[in-house]
C-alpha cells in the first residue's frame, strides 16, 4: 500500500543548531515529493517539492531535502534553525496522480 | 504564489444543526479543488475531490450524505457538515490545483475550525 512515514513525532533541537527531519515512503516506479509546514491554527504552506532532476532540492526559509530513490527517503535539513522555525512538519507523496498522502507529521520544537 | 481562502476560519455550532464552509482560489481558476480533515495532532486526511460541475469523489468511509460538496464556478467549493455531532468537530482545510502549474501542485486554504456542541 502506498505510505508515508516520518518516524519523528518530535524533535527538539536549540536555535543555531542543524536538524533533519525525516521521511519515507514506499517505493514507485513515478512518485512526487513535499515537504509542507503547518503554523499553529493555520493551513499548509509549501516548503519545496520533488518533481524531477536535481535529487538536493531547495525551498524557502532556508530548508532543502534530498530525494534519495534507493532509501526511499526525501529527508528534510537545515543546517542552523530559529526559533520562528518551530511548527508542524508534513512530507507528503503523490504517485502520478493528483492526491496527495500526507505522513502524521513532526513537531519541531527550537528552543533558545 | 496562489492563493485559497476558506470562510469561516472557526465556527461553533449546536449539535444537529448545519454547517456550510467555503473555499475559494482568489487569483486563478481550479477546476479540481480537494478536501482534508485534521483532528488534533494528527496528519490531514483527504475526505473528498471535488470537480467544478460535476459530483464529488469521496474518500472510503467518508459519508457523503454528511458531507455535502458543492464546486459550482471555478473559483468556489463548499462543504457542508449536515447535523453536526460533536465527532464532527475538527480541524477543516481545502486545497486547490492550478490547472496551469503541474497537477502534482496543491495550494491550501487556511483552514476552518469547527466546534460542534
Known sequence: AQSVTQLD?????????????????????????????????????????????????KGIN???????????????????????????????????????????GTRLQVFP | GAVVSQHPSWVICKSGTSVK??????????????????????????????????KATYEQGVEKDKFLINHASLTLSTLTVTSAHPEDSSFYICSARDPAGRKETQYFGPGTRLLVL
Open chain 1, 9 to 57: 513525532s518530535q524533535v527538539p533541537v536549540f536555535e543555531e543548531a542543524p536538524v533533519e527531519l525525516r521521511c519515507n515512503y514506499s517505493s514507485s516506479v513515478s512518485v512526487y515529493l513535499f515537504w509542507y509546514v503547518q503554523y499553529p491554527n493555520q493551513g499548509l504552506q509549501l516548503l519545496l517539492k520533488y518533481l524531477s532532476g536535481s535529487t538536493l532540492v
Open chain 1, 62 to 104: 532556508g530548508f532543502e531535502a534530498e530525494f534519495n530513490k534507493s532509501q526511499t527517503s526525501f529527508h528534510l535539513r537545515k543546517p542552523s534553525v530559529h526559533i520562528s522555525d518551530t511548527a508542524e512538519y508534513f512530507c507528503a507523496v503523490s504517485y502520478n496522480t493528483d492526491k496527495l498522502i500526507f505522513g502524521t
Open chain 2, 21 to 54: 464552509i467555503e473555499c475559494r482560489s482568489l487569483d486563478f481558476q481550479a477546476t479540481t479543488m480537494f478536501w482534508y480533515r485534521q483532528f488534533p495532532k494528527q496528519s490531514l486526511m483527504l475526505m473528498a475531490t471535488s470537480n467544478e460541475g460535476s
